[in-house]
Protein backbone atom coordinates (compact mmCIF):
# COMPACT_ATOMS: atom_id res chain seq x y z
CA UNK A 1 0.00 0.00 0.00
CA UNK A 2 1.43 3.44 -0.76
CA UNK A 3 1.08 6.11 1.59
CA UNK A 4 1.79 9.03 -1.53
CA UNK A 5 -2.08 8.90 -2.87
CA UNK A 6 -0.92 9.79 -6.74
CA UNK A 7 -2.06 8.87 -10.21
CA UNK A 8 -1.80 5.32 -11.38
CA UNK A 9 0.23 6.61 -14.06
CA UNK A 10 2.60 8.30 -11.63
CA UNK A 11 3.67 5.08 -9.69
CA UNK A 12 3.98 3.32 -13.09
CA UNK A 13 6.95 5.63 -14.11
CA UNK A 14 8.64 5.74 -11.20
CA UNK A 15 8.72 1.61 -10.79
CA UNK A 16 9.59 1.63 -14.69
CA UNK A 17 12.54 3.69 -13.70
CA UNK A 18 13.65 2.20 -10.64
CA UNK A 19 13.69 -1.11 -12.70
CA UNK A 20 15.31 0.38 -15.39
CA UNK A 21 17.85 1.58 -12.85
CA UNK A 22 18.70 -1.78 -11.49
CA UNK A 23 19.06 -3.61 -14.78
CA UNK A 24 21.39 -0.81 -15.82
CA UNK A 25 23.07 -0.92 -11.73
CA UNK A 26 23.13 -5.07 -12.71
CA UNK A 27 24.69 -4.61 -15.98
CA UNK A 28 27.32 -2.29 -14.53
CA UNK A 29 28.22 -4.95 -11.97
CA UNK A 30 28.01 -8.13 -14.29
CA UNK A 31 30.42 -5.92 -16.75
CA UNK A 32 32.89 -5.01 -13.95
CA UNK A 33 33.65 -9.24 -13.60
CA UNK A 34 33.91 -9.13 -16.97
CA UNK A 35 35.94 -6.58 -17.75
CA UNK A 36 33.88 -4.64 -19.69
CA UNK A 37 31.55 -1.18 -19.93
CA UNK A 38 27.94 -2.49 -19.89
CA UNK A 39 26.64 0.95 -18.63
CA UNK A 40 23.33 0.96 -21.26
CA UNK A 41 22.22 4.80 -19.89
CA UNK A 42 25.71 5.69 -21.02
CA UNK A 43 25.76 3.35 -24.20
CA UNK A 44 22.49 5.31 -25.50
CA UNK A 45 22.89 9.08 -24.09
CA UNK A 46 26.33 8.68 -23.16
CA UNK A 47 26.67 11.68 -26.22
CA UNK A 48 24.00 13.59 -24.25
CA UNK A 49 25.82 14.17 -20.67
CA UNK A 50 22.66 16.57 -19.10
CA UNK A 51 20.20 14.09 -20.61
CA UNK A 52 22.46 10.90 -18.86
CA UNK A 53 22.43 12.93 -15.68
CA UNK A 54 18.70 13.81 -16.05
CA UNK A 55 18.04 10.27 -15.94
CA UNK A 56 20.30 9.07 -12.96
CA UNK A 57 18.68 11.95 -11.17
CA UNK A 58 14.85 10.58 -12.07
CA UNK A 59 15.74 7.20 -11.14
CA UNK A 60 16.58 8.40 -8.07
CA UNK A 61 14.00 10.38 -6.95
CA UNK A 62 11.93 7.21 -8.35
CA UNK A 63 13.75 5.30 -6.12
CA UNK A 64 12.95 7.82 -2.81
CA UNK A 65 9.38 8.24 -4.29
CA UNK A 66 9.10 4.13 -3.68
CA UNK A 67 10.40 4.06 -0.44
CA UNK A 68 8.55 6.77 1.54
CA UNK A 69 5.31 6.00 -0.29
CA UNK A 70 5.34 1.91 0.42
CA UNK A 71 3.76 0.93 4.08
CA UNK A 72 3.78 -2.45 4.58
Given at each position: ???LSSHPFMQ???W???VVG???WGLVG???FLGSDWNVVYMILGSFP???ALVYVLV???GLYMLVGYKK
Open positions: MYLFVALLVALNLGYVVEGLS
